[in-house]
């Protein structure tokens, strides 16, 4: 199927002065979508995290633009060159090595100057290693409440890390990381060292690619894993599930009403069940529930 013969492209707002922030794929350039092949084709130039890891994308899919190299240590530089390419009417794209931009990859900086100076960002969205993991990862790593926490990378200091675990350990979200092959042992074993032993976890590599991998155990099985693991190759992303409170520490109804009495002069009912469901773990139809209940008290009162 030739892109030219799909007129529903043809259709698409295209407006000149505005920056098209493009996701490309992750691993398996089957990945890119229809919309961002036709964007990256009608621009007048590419701002590319590295233009020779993008040249063999662009030119897979016949696409000869200018290209200008923007990423994390010339980023406040580059973007003031986007802007005054858009300021002569131009259309621009930002592409990241992989995936959406700006989702640790370089591209906010870029989209905060741009607006900043008065001009467009449209989102082109597509491949996402951390929607792709989601969306594998079923309801044990992922209740139907669907709440997470993306981490990004994983950091590199010790104190760092060690705040970051003690709020996966006792944040009620799923929380979901980058790691690199040359880090993901240290920081795997910590997690099984750290975490309840029962404690989900779900481990990617090299999503899309031929070698993709996904698995799920618990945190007292990771040694295990990494044992028996035939390669550590690749980028990972881990998710760890969110803790589940016991029947013993779920508080008492009583307690509950106490909070959202406390809070129903000052909030409304969704801002109460919000503060009950973030603060006390309860679900979001618990806490309203609860919120409800508050404000009928009140009303009688």
């Given at each position: 199927?030739?892109?030219?013969?799909?007129?529903?492209?043809?259709?698409?707002?295209l407006?000149?002065?505005?920056?098209?922030?493009?996701?490309?794929?992750?691993?398996?350039?089957?990945?890119?979508?229809?919309?961002?092949?036709?964007?990256l084709?009608?621009v007048?130039g590419?701002?590319c995290?590295?233009?020779?890891?993008?040249a063999?994308?662009?030119?897979?899919?016949?696409i000869?633009?200018?290209?200008?190299?923007?990423?994390e240590?010339?980023?406040?530089?580059?973007?003031?060159?986007?802007?005054?390419?858009?300021?002569?009417?131009?259309?621009?794209?930002?592409?990241?090595?992989?995936?959406?931009?700006?989702?640790?990859?370089?591209?906010?900086?870029?989209?905060?100057?741009?607006?900043?100076?008065?001009?467009?960002?449209?989102?082109?969205?597509?491949?996402s290693a951390v929607l792709?993991a989601?969306?594998?990862?079923?309801?044990?790593?992922?209740?139907?409440?669907?709440?997470?926490?993306?981490?990004g990378?994983?950091p590199n200091k010790?104190?760092e890390?060690?705040?970051?675990?003690?709020?996966?350990?006792?944040?009620s979200?799923?929380?979901?990381?980058?790691?690199?092959p040359h880090?993901?042992?240290?920081?795997?074993?910590m997690?099984?060292?750290?975490?309840?032993?029962e404690?989900q976890?779900?481990?990617g590599?090299?999503?899309?690619?031929k070698?993709?991998?996904?698995?799920?155990?618990?945190?007292?099985?990771?040694p295990?894993?990494?044992?028996k693991?035939?390669?550590?190759?690749?980028?990972?992303?881990?998710?760890?599930?969110?803790?589940?409170?016991?029947?013993d520490?779920?508080?008492e109804?009583?307690?509950?009403?106490l909070?959202?009495?406390?809070?129903?002069?000052?909030l409304?009912?969704?801002?109460?069940?919000?503060v009950?469901?973030?603060?006390l773990?309860?679900?979001?139809?618990?806490?309203?529930?609860?919120?409800?209940?508050a404000?009928?008290?009140?009303?009688?009162?």
């Amino acid at each position: 199927m030739e892109l030219s013969s799909l007129d529903f492209l043809k259709q698409q707002d295209l407006p000149t002065g505005a920056l098209y922030m493009v996701a490309t794929p992750i691993g398996n350039m089957g990945d890119i979508t229809l919309r961002a092949l036709h964007v990256l084709h009608s621009v007048d130039g590419i701002a590319c995290e590295d233009t020779r890891h993008s040249a063999p994308l662009l030119q897979h899919f016949g696409i000869h633009k200018k290209c200008l190299a923007l990423h994390e240590h010339n980023e406040v530089a580059g973007a003031q060159t986007v802007i005054q390419r858009l300021s002569q009417n131009e259309r621009w794209a930002y592409i990241s090595d992989a995936g959406t931009p700006g989702v640790s990859d370089p591209g906010a900086r870029l989209v905060h100057a741009v607006q900043k100076a008065g001009f467009r960002v449209i989102p082109i969205p597509g491949a996402s290693a951390v929607l792709s993991a989601i969306s594998a990862s079923g309801s044990v790593m992922l209740p139907s409440e669907g709440r997470f926490q993306f981490l990004g990378f994983w950091p590199n200091k010790a104190k760092e890390r060690g705040a970051l675990i003690q709020d996966i350990r006792s944040n009620s979200k799923t929380s979901i990381l980058f790691e690199s092959p040359h880090q993901i042992r240290d920081t795997l074993v910590m997690l099984s060292k750290e975490l309840e032993p029962e404690r989900q976890v779900l481990i990617g590599r090299e999503l899309t690619k031929k070698f993709e991998q996904l698995v799920t155990l618990t945190a007292a099985n990771i040694p295990d894993w990494l044992e028996k693991a035939e390669s550590l190759k690749g980028e990972f992303i881990i998710l760890v599930a969110g803790r589940q409170a016991n029947a013993d520490e779920a508080p008492e109804h009583s307690a509950l009403l106490l909070w959202a009495n406390a809070l129903s002069p000052y909030l409304g009912s969704k801002e109460i069940a919000a503060v009950l469901a973030q603060t006390l773990g309860l679900t979001k139809k618990e806490a309203y529930q609860v919120a409800l209940e508050a404000k009928a008290q009140n009303n009688e009162e």
